[in-house]
C-alpha cells in the first residue's frame, strides 16, 4: 500500500485523490483556502516521491514559475498510487 506522509501524519495514498483533500479526511491540518488552485495557500514541498504524482497543472505552474515538482499545490497534485510520497507544508 502506497502512503503519503506530511510532518508525522501517514495516509493511505488513494489514487485520484489530491493531496489536500487526503489530508483533510484523515483529520490532518493543512492550511488552505480555496481549494481551487488560486490562492497558493496549500503550497507544500515534496520530500521524496514527487514521480508518484501527476505532473503540475496549470494552476500550479502559475504558482511556480521554475517548475521543478519540488513544492506543489496540494489541492491540485494528483496521487497516482504508485509508490510512497513524504511531504512538508512550508
Ligand atoms: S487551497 Fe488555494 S491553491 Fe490550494
Redesign the pocket.
Known amino acids: 500500500m502506497a502512503t503519503v506522509r506530511c510532518d508525522g501524519h501517514e495516509v493511505e495514498a488513494v489514487v485520484g485523490r489530491d493531496l489536500?483533500g487526503l489530508m483533510l479526511d484523515a483529520g490532518v491540518p493543512m492550511?488552505?483556502?480555496?481549494?481551487?488552485?488560486?490562492?497558493?495557500?496549500?503550497?507544500v514541498r515534496v520530500l521524496s516521491g514527487g514521480e508518484h504524482l501527476l505532473p503540475m497543472n496549470r494552476?500550479e505552474q502559475m504558482?511556480q514559475p521554475t517548475s521543478t515538482g519540488e513544492v506543489r499545490?496540494?489541492?491540485?497534485a494528483v496521487v497516482l498510487g504508485t509508490g510512497d510520497v513524504t511531504i512538508t507544508q512550508e
Open positions: 489536500l492550511r488552505y483556502i480555496c481549494m481551487a488552485g488560486s490562492c497558493g495557500t496549500c503550497r494552476s504558482h499545490l496540494a489541492c491540485q
